[in-house]
């Protein structure tokens, strides 16, 4: 039974040791190199990153970011995103999910990154779930006892030297033999240097965790220890088209021109939409991502406007014109021309079609 004991805290104290100089050295690969763990809260980068994954991540320059690269950037929320790199623009680095259909709203402006080395799929629980403050009591205890084991236990007593208590016990006759014990339970019990080198080793595991070893950080998530984001939602802002002008064609009172620029990320397209004012019915047309200009007319009925209007007779009617920039799924606000006026006499005559500024 003591021998089974032994033999339980000899392999305690090795594994200690052996989880000890694990620590220590991310401990000391995290203050040389600047590593830091991260914990994926979210399937953005799945299947490939799973949730509940543990990356490693290494701090580099920006120009030593390639396109397939996943890097994990901080926002100016104090939002850590890790995404994979689609495009370097000089505007900053687009990045996207893996899971997501569209790229990221919005370049990101940083001067460096963490650069992903590798991730480990749901090691990031464990991690999470080893960072708690009751976990770092539990390794306290761990520690104390294996202290106890490496100083305090003495090994098996030794028993007198002769036989029983009834016979004679301190001679032994000339020439006798005394068999020497078995040496399988000093060699179970760690020797003196052996069980410095073992402490030693468990408290530097100790120091690293507690003042050089990086906290892991959640990415997709405010800076907590846990897989719940701190903020809430907020919708972004899409760049509508600029500098939005309508004009009448020249000569031709009954076709107006909407010309118009962009600023920032590249629209994929643009919608234009016309409403008669006080009706329900919208008529709409999409425009390439190169159209920097748009015309209609009330000559013909298959036109944005003319198919809201009854051409044969007299009309005077008021429409509402919107213009929006295409950024894939998403659509920014219209630029809205709320008065297009359009007239025309008894049976059609006279056309005129007008706007004024929004």
Known sequence: MVGKRTTFQSAALNVGAVLGAVCLIFALAAVLFGLKPLIFVSGSMGPTIPTGALGIAVPVNIDEVAVGDVV???????????????????????????????????????????????????????????????????????????????????????????????????KKSKG?????????????????????????????????????????????????GSARAAGSPQAATLAPPANVTCTNVQGNGETIRFNWGTTGIAPTGFTVTGQLNGSSTVKSEALAASARSYSTSITSSNSLLGALLDLLVGFDRTFTVAIYANYNSWQSVPVSFTQVHATAGLLGANKRLTCTPH
């Open 72 to 170: 994990s950037v901080q926002t100016s929320e104090d939002v850590r995103i890790t995404h994979r790199v689609v495009e370097v623009l000089p505007e900053g680095l687009v990045l996207k999910g893996d899971a997501n259909p569209v790229a990221d709203l919005q370049p990101y402006h940083v001067a460096s990154v963490e650069k992903l080395i590798f991730s480990v799929p749901l090691l990031g629980y464990v991690v999470s779930w080893m960072s708690q403050p009751w976990a770092y009591f539990l390794g306290g205890l761990l520690c104390a006892y294996l202290l106890f084991v490496a100083f305090g236990s003495t090994g098996q007593k030794k028993g007198p030297s002769g036989g029983g208590n009834g016979g004679p016990q301190g």
């Open 176 to 224: 006798s033999t005394v068999p020497r014990a078995s040496g399988k339970s000093d060699a179970t019990k760690p020797s003196a240097l052996g069980r410095v080198v073992l402490i030693g080793v468990l408290a530097s595991c100790l120091l690293g965790l507690g003042l050089m070893a990086p906290s892991p950080v959640s990415t997709e998530a405010a800076f907590l």
